[in-house]
């Protein structure tokens, strides 16, 4: 059964998460949702919560690597979004550019901060393979074979989709949150750099290219009824944007 388990949304930073969170937040009482180390308002890490707030909790979202099932007694279901690499890489460093307690990215370059910065490198990788630092596309591979559903930033709609069918949810119109204004577009970054950025992040690359091709098959087993209504939410959603 559905409520027997508890679904984790493993959020990778700058993949359209903060958007995706707000409508996954919407589904739950307060009390039954961790959120990036919160819990009813107050900030604490998974091993402070005691087990009848384990007990509780239906749901989890926040920047963990996999692996933060462990801390609730319950069966699991993950799911999660990932981006374009070289994307994410330009979009991150310039959100960094004013996040509190990243000031030293400011006097960075996009080279020096791809070469330094632990985010950088092949940072998808790292999250679904659930080993700090340590980026195993073959585990990950393995591990995102196993997730409820798997979306890209790229195809954001559909992912949404998928989400409520899998998962019952009510409404998933959205505006789109946490969005990095000043920032230059992959187009406008000089090739040198994007190369730099594809160098640090081979593996977040292919291992893009297999969340789009688990998308791809879960979007063609939809029904000709879930195609017809995917096509209206699009529409749809497409006078909110």
């Known amino acids: ?56 909790i239906k749901a989890v979202a926040g920047h963990y690597l996999y692996g933060i099932h462990q801390y609730f007694p319950k069966h699991f279901q993950y799911f999660t979004m990932l981006r374009d690499p070289v994307d994410r890489v330009i979009s991150l460093y310039y959100f960094l550019q004013t996040y509190p307690g990243f000031e030293r990215v400011r006097s960075m370059t996009l080279e020096e901060f ?33 997730f409820t559903v798997v979306g890209t930033t790229e195809m954001f709609n559909e992912t949404l989709f998928l989400l409520k069918k899998e998962y019952g949810w009510k409404n998933i119109h959205y505006t789109k949150q946490n969005i ?18 594809k160098k640090y992040n081979e593996l977040d690359l292919e291992l893009y290219d297999y969340a789009k091709q688990l998308l791809a098959q879960k979007l063609s087993s939809l029904t000709a009824k879930e195609k017809m209504e995917l096509q209206k939410y699009k529409q749809e959603q497409s006078l909110l944007s």
């Open 114 to 146: 791809v070469m330094k910065e632990a985010e950088a490198y092949n940072f998808q990788t790292v999250m679904t393979s659930g080993i700090p630092h340590h980026p195993d596309l073959k585990k990950a591979k393995e591990i995102l074979k196993t």
């Open 180 to 197: 990095t204004k000043k920032r230059l577009s992959k187009e406008e970054v000089p090739a040198p750099v994007i190369n730099l950025i």
């Open 1 to 56: 059964m559905l409520h027997d388990k508890i679904t984790i949304f493993m959020h990778i930073p700058k993949t359209g998460g903060t958007t995706l969170n707000k409508i996954f937040g919407e589904q739950f009482n307060i009390n039954e949702i961790f959120d990036h180390d919160t819990y009813q308002g107050k900030i604490m890490k998974c091993g402070q919560l005691n087990q009848e707030v384990q007990k509780q």
